[in-house]
């Protein structure tokens, strides 16, 4: 009889534990990071008799939660690839923003500005006309200005958002830190403390929405995090703390770091691989950079092309003199490693100067200046757009800029990263104010002789290259010889300085072309006959001349952005403006299409790794409703046999009585 009490007893704990689990489960199932547990139960140890071995019922061995580390650590993956992909692409789609196609767009501003020298082609002197064109000029330098300008506050946001990350992966490190330490504690009891253990993974899921991580558990409950190719962060229960520093060239820039005591140790960027701080990264390094490089080329091209063209011309002045600049820009930029070796007054020992000498050559991209570490007191530049290296010397000029070395060459472990034009637009600015300063008329004023037989006469006569032209070489006498039987026609140029022989070819400009390039272009309409004669001189009416204007307007369809230099005398042909701001919002365009599918590519990865982790260890409020029913019905039955047992007793001692 007390067996069977025994029994009745130990069957109604195990089914009263087991309805206190469900019941658990079930008050739980919306918790983040709740495991579904369940009783462990086993048969209690037979006790032997006379007649055998007679059963004591049921015995709840331990409380096991649902975990599967594998379907955990892919969740985990997922999550970090997600959040990258998704910060990447938030930021881009707030890039694509400042980039805006059409009329509200960099190019049209630049195109509207250049047309508005069509009035004052037609009237040179008009002084309204000219009001205009500097309206034109103020407008597009605030475009540019304004551009640099969001670019520079996505920069700072990219800054503040990783700061806040930081603070928040710093603040769950220390919570799991200290979850290890309880966990540790509890697990000497011998039964896993499984609500402390769901507190930790859901503290390892939320730092994966961060960095992408590596756990290891060592079998004792506790979990170790390490990040960046191995560093650790979290380590049973101590927490290393993460920090944001200033990129080592530009204080403008962000990098990540871990605290140690001997000093920071930077994280390098291809190893904070995932979570949204990597997309930050990726964004600041990547695409922010380049559209910075990308409007910075356009702004100092353009820029620096319309001063030179604007110095070739002539103003309205009293007496008319060379034009001013209508135009200025941010400076180009040297930016020293922090790491540079420094005098014992903390100043560099060694400098590098930057000296952009032509525009056209200028290049969307920054540059990595460096010793070679095969050849001593030798130093290589890697263009970072593409990866293009090459050696460089003191005073050589590359990609449109001349790179000085001073005080002193960069020593062995020195590095310099060059920035030619990724400043440029942020400062652009019209410094040109007087109308009467527009140098619309041509230093050259060119005349057809009336006794000419050929039907050409001219159509534009400008100065185009500072360096080749002299105006004391005028006035000039140009005389046409015999045609010849591809229909080009030869002729002679008399000036001051000498004689040049040349071929005209009907479409193509004269005095500038190789074996001559006396620095000006003249384009003729209709085809000179043999004797046709045309005199070259100094313009002594600028009011009425408007040949200079007329370069202005060639620059439309000029493509001077980004030209480069194939050796052998070649160059590849550039951009004209509208090609190249085209160019910028395509890259743009394109970067944040390829970022959008992917954050949806992989947000369907971590929803359905989820899933899967969520099937396997979450809570079904079907199933716990089956075996809350199952229980119930034990318990019930455990009660009745108490019920039965006591029943039988109370009618043996009756008997006895």
């Not at 958002?161 to 603070?167: A, C, I, S, T």
Request: proline letters at 4%; charged letters at 20%.
């Amino acid at each position: 009889m007390g067996n069977l009490l025994n029994v009745g007893a130990r069957a109604m704990l195990a089914n009263q534990a087991a309805l206190s689990v469900i019941g658990h489960n079930i008050a739980n199932a919306n918790t983040p990071g709740y495991s579904r547990q369940s009783p462990l139960l086993s048969t209690a140890v037979a006790q032997f008799s006379g007649s055998g071995f007679i059963g004591k019922g049921v015995d709840v061995d331990t409380v096991l939660r649902a975990y599967n580390r594998f379907m955990t650590a892919e969740a985990n993956s997922a999550r970090s690839e997600a959040q990258r992909d998704g910060a990447l692409r938030d930021n881009l789609l707030r890039l694509e923003q400042i980039f805006p196609p059409g009329e509200s767009g960099l190019g049209n501003a630049a195109n509207q500005f250049l047309n508005a020298m069509i009035d004052v082609a037609s009237r040179p002197a008009d002084p309204s006309a000219r009001q205009v064109v500097l309206g034109r000029a103020q407008e597009m330098a605030a475009r540019f200005a304004g551009a640099g300008q969001q670019l520079s506050d996505l920069q700072a946001g990219v800054n503040t958002e990783l700061r806040l990350q930081v603070q928040q992966v710093n603040d769950l490190a220390r919570q799991l830190a200290n979850v290890n330490i309880q966990v540790s504690r509890a697990s000497g009891t011998g039964q896993l403390p499984n609500d402390l253990l769901d507190q930790r993974d859901e503290l390892v899921k939320q730092i994966s929405q961060y960095l992408s991580i590596k756990t290891i558990e060592p079998g004792d409950g506790t979990v170790s995090v390490f990040i960046g190719g191995g560093q650790r962060l979290v380590l049973a229960g101590e927490a290393q703390q993460l920090t944001v520093e200033a990129d080592p060239f530009d204080s403008q820039r962000s990098r990540l770091a871990l605290v140690q005591q001997g000093g920071n140790l930077p994280l390098n960027e291809d190893l904070v691989a995932g979570g949204s701080m990597a997309g930050l990264l990726g964004f600041q390094n990547d695409a922010l950079q380049a559209a910075r490089n990308g409007i910075g080329q356009i702004a100092t091209a353009l820029a620096l092309r319309v001063n030179e063209q604007q110095a070739l011309g002539l103003d309205l002045s009293n007496p008319p003199g060379a034009g001013v600049p209508v135009f200025a820009v941010g400076a180009a930029r040297v930016l020293p490693a922090s790491t540079n070796a420094r005098d014992g007054a903390g100043q560099f020992l060694s400098g590098v100067t930057i000296e952009r000498v032509d525009a056209n050559f200028l290049q969307a991209s920054s540059y990595l200046l460096k010793a070679d570490p095969a050849n001593a007191g030798q130093y290589l530049i890697e263009r970072e757009s593409d990866g293009f290296t090459r050696s460089v010397a003191d005073g050589d000029v590359v990609d449109g800029f001349r790179v000085t070395f001073a005080p002193a060459p960069p020593g062995q472990f020195d590095q310099y990263r060059l920035e030619p034009v990724a400043a440029a637009a942020i400062d652009m600015k019209r410094v040109l104010d007087q109308a009467q300063g527009i140098a619309a008329a041509s230093p050259l004023t060119a005349t057809t002789d009336r006794n000419n037989t050929g039907s050409a006469t001219v159509d534009s006569v400008y100065a185009v290259d500072a360096a080749t032209f002299n105006a004391a070489d005028y006035p000039a006498d140009l005389l046409f010889g015999p045609a010849n039987l591809d229909g080009s026609v030869n002729y002679t140029l008399t000036t001051q300085s000498g004689v040049f022989n040349g071929v005209w070819r009907a479409g193509e400009p004269l005095g500038n072309e190789a074996g001559i390039a006396l620095g000006f272009e003249l384009r003729l309409t209709g085809v000179p006959k043999e004797n046709d004669r045309i005199t070259l001189e100094p313009t002594r009416f600028p009011q009425q001349n408007n040949g200079n204007v007329k370069a202005f307007l060639d620059l439309q369809a000029a493509g001077f952005i980004g030209q480069r230099d194939l050796g052998g005398g070649a160059i590849a042909l550039g951009s004209n403006v509208g090609d190249a701001y085209a160019a910028v919002v395509g890259d743009v365009g394109t970067r944040t299409q390829s970022a959008e599918f992917l954050a949806e590519v992989s947000a369907n990865v971590e929803q359905q790794a989820e899933a899967a982790r969520a099937g396997d260890a979450g809570v079904n409020l079907d199933e716990e409703a089956a075996r809350l029913l199952q229980y119930q019905q034990a318990y019930q039955a455990s009660a009745r046999l108490l019920q039965v047992a006591q029943s039988t007793f109370d009618e043996l001692i009756g008997a006895i009585r």
